[in-house]
C-alpha cells in the first residue's frame, strides 16, 4: 500500500446494548451502530455484521442433535411434530433477519432506508451462495440438496458465528466513504430485526415416495443474536494527503424503494407511484399473502401466484400469460405485450402440458436482478432460473424426481425489467408507473405483489451541509 495511506481494521459494538448483550426479535429488535468521525476513508467492500446465532424453544431450552432436551429437533424423513421441524430459510438463510436496514449521518440526515429487506435479498439474489450464511444458493425442494436443509437445522441446534455483509446500496457501491469533515463526518447505522415466524422456517426432505415434505414443529421457537459486531477496514492518509483532499465531493449509489401491493383477479392493473428521476430497475415478487409470515411455510418463495393456498398447503399454481409494463399510460420499456406462447413439455418421452415459463417474460426480469452495481450478486449453474419443464436436469412440479437427478426442481418466478443498458435510470417522477398482469387467478385468493424498485441516488457533501440528489 502507499506509504501516505494506512489500513487500520476497526471493530465496533452496538450502542443500545440490552442486558446480557442479547438481541431477540420480540424483546429488543433493534441494532444500532455508530462509525465514528474520522479522519480516513471506509472500504465498505470489507464491513461485515458478526454474532451468535441460535434458535431456543419458547421456554428458553436449547434444542439438542442427540435427543436429550425437548423440543430438540431432531430432522428426519419421517416426519414431523413437536420436538420436529424448524431451521433457517435456504434461499437466503441468515440474512432472512434483516427485516429493516437504514444508514444516516451523526446530525440524524438518512442517507438510504430498504424496508423489507429480506424480500428484497430474497428477489434479487435468490441463487447467492455463502456458507457463512448458511444459504445453500438453489431452491428449498431440491432433492440433491435436501440434506443440507436438514444439515441447516441441526447447525442450528448449536450455537454458531455467522459473518454477514450489509446489502446497502450505498455499501455496494464499492466507493470508498470520506468519513472526516470533508466528507460524512461519521455514520450511523440501524438494523431491525425480522420477526420468528419470517427467519426460523421448516426444513425440507423426501418421503419415501420422493415427495418433498415441509417439516414444521408444533412448539414455537426464537432466535437470538449475542456478541453482536460491526468489523471495517479505515484507510488512513497521512496528513499531508488529508490537507490536499478537497472539501467537496459527491458520491453515486443505488437503493430500492419497496412497495406492498395485491394481485387478485385475471387480468389487473396495478398502479404504482415511484417519484423517483432515475429509477434503473424494477423487479416484482409474488406470494400467497396467507404465506408471509408463516413459520409453517417458505415465507421468501418467488413463485407465479397461488389459488386456494393454506397456511399448510401451496394451493394451485395459476400461470401467469401475458405482462404489459407502463409509463404514463404507455406501453414502456417495451411497445409490445409480453407473453407465453404455448410450449410443449415432455413427460415421459411425450409431449405433456403446456407448463413452461417463457424467455419473453422471464429474461427481461432476470437482468432486473443482474445488471446492476451488487458485487456480491452470483447465479449457481445448476440452477435453472424459471425452467419448468418436468425433465430431470431443468426442474419439475408435476412429477416426482429421483434425489440425484434434478439440479432445481423448485421453480424461481419474478416479473420486471431494467429501464436502460446504461444505469442511468429513467425517470417517474412525474410519470406513475403500471403493470399489467394476465394469469388464470379467479377472484378467490390474494396473492402479495411485491415491487422493489432500485434508483440512482447522490450523495453531495461540501462544507455548506450535505445534499441528496436523484
Do not use: W
Not at 424483546?27 to 474520522?38: D, G, S
Amino acid at each position: 500500500m502507499n506509504r501516505d495511506i494506512t489500513k487500520q481494521r476497526v471493530k465496533i459494538t452496538p450502542l443500545n446494548q440490552p442486558t446480557g448483550g442479547v438481541y431477540r426479535p420480540d424483546q429488543f429488535p433493534n441494532i444500532e451502530f455508530m462509525l465514528a468521525k474520522n479522519n480516513a476513508f471506509l472500504d465498505p467492500r470489507t464491513l461485515r455484521l458478526n454474532a451468535t446465532f441460535q434458535y431456543y424453544n419458547g421456554t428458553g431450552t436449547i434444542p439438542k442433535a442427540d435427543g436429550t432436551e425437548n423440543p430438540n429437533n431432531v430432522p428426519n424423513s419421517l416426519g414431523g411434530g413437536a420436538d420436529n421441524g424448524v431451521g433457517l430459510n435456504n434461499s437466503i438463510g441468515v440474512k432472512s433477519i434483516f427485516d429493516e436496514m437504514a444508514i444516516g449521518t451523526l446530525t440524524g440526515r438518512n442517507l438510504e432506508t430498504i424496508r423489507s429487506a429480506n424480500r428484497y435479498i430474497a428477489a434479487s439474489r435468490p441463487f447467492l451462495h455463502s456458507s457463512m450464511e448458511l444459504n445453500n444458493g438453489v431452491g428449498l425442494e431440491d432433492p440433491s440438496i435436501a440434506n443440507k436443509s436438514v444439515s441447516n437445522s441441526r447447525t442450528c441446534n448449536t450455537a454458531f458465528s455467522i459473518s454477514i455483509d450489509v446489502p446497502l446500496g450505498m455499501l455496494e457501491s464499492q466507493k470508498y466513504i470520506n468519513m472526516s469533515d470533508k466528507g460524512f463526518a461519521g455514520l450511523t447505522l440501524n438494523l431491525l430485526l425480522a420477526p420468528n415466524n419470517v427467519v426460523l422456517q421448516p426444513f425440507f426432505n423426501y418421503n419415501q415416495n420422493e415427495n418433498v415434505v415441509a417439516f414444521t414443529s408444533t412448539t414455537p421457537f426464537v432466535y437470538t443474536l449475542k456478541d453482536v459486531n460491526l468489523t471495517y477496514d479505515l484507510l488512513i492518509p497521512s496528513q499531508k494527503l488529508y490537507n490536499s483532499l478537497p472539501s467537496s465531493g459527491v458520491i453515486n449509489y443505488q437503493t430500492i424503494n419497496t412497495l406492498h401491493s395485491s394481485l387478485l383477479s385475471s387480468d389487473q392493473t396495478i398502479p404504482i407511484k415511484l417519484g423517483s428521476n432515475a429509477v434503473v430497475s424494477i423487479t416484482h415478487s409474488m406470494i400467497p399473502s396467507i404465506h408471509l409470515n408463516n413459520a409453517k411455510r417458505d415465507s421468501f418463495r418467488l413463485d407465479e401466484p397461488r389459488d386456494n393456498a393454506t397456511s399448510l398447503t401451496d394451493g394451485t399454481r395459476k400461470p401467469i400469460r401475458e405482462v404489459q409494463y407502463l409509463r404514463a399510460g404507455v406501453l414502456f420499456p417495451y411497445d409490445y405485450f409480453l407473453n407465453s406462447e404455448a410450449q410443449l413439455d415432455l413427460v415421459g418421452g411425450t409431449p405433456g402440458p403446456a407448463e413452461t415459463i417463457q424467455a419473453q417474460i422471464m429474461k427481461p426480469a432476470q437482468n432486473s436482478v443482474s445488471l446492476y452495481d451488487n458485487f456480491n450478486n452470483k447465479f449457481n449453474p445448476n440452477t435453472n432460473i424459471g425452467l419448468l419443464t418436468n425433465l430431470g436436469n431443468a426442474g419439475g412440479f408435476l412429477q416426482a424426481q429421483n434425489k440425484t437427478s434434478a439440479a432445481d426442481p423448485k421453480q424461481v418466478f419474478l416479473l420486471g425489467f431494467p429501464t436502460d443498458s446504461t444505469r442511468m435510470g429513467v425517470s417517474y417522477k412525474d410519470r406513475e408507473y403500471a403493470i399489467r398482469v394476465q394469469s388464470e387467478l379467479n377472484n378467490t385468493s390474494v396473492n402479495s405483489f411485491m415491487t422493489f424498485s432500485r434508483f440512482r441516488q447522490v450523495a453531495q457533501f461540501s462544507p455548506a451541509g450535505l445534499n441528496i440528489l436523484d
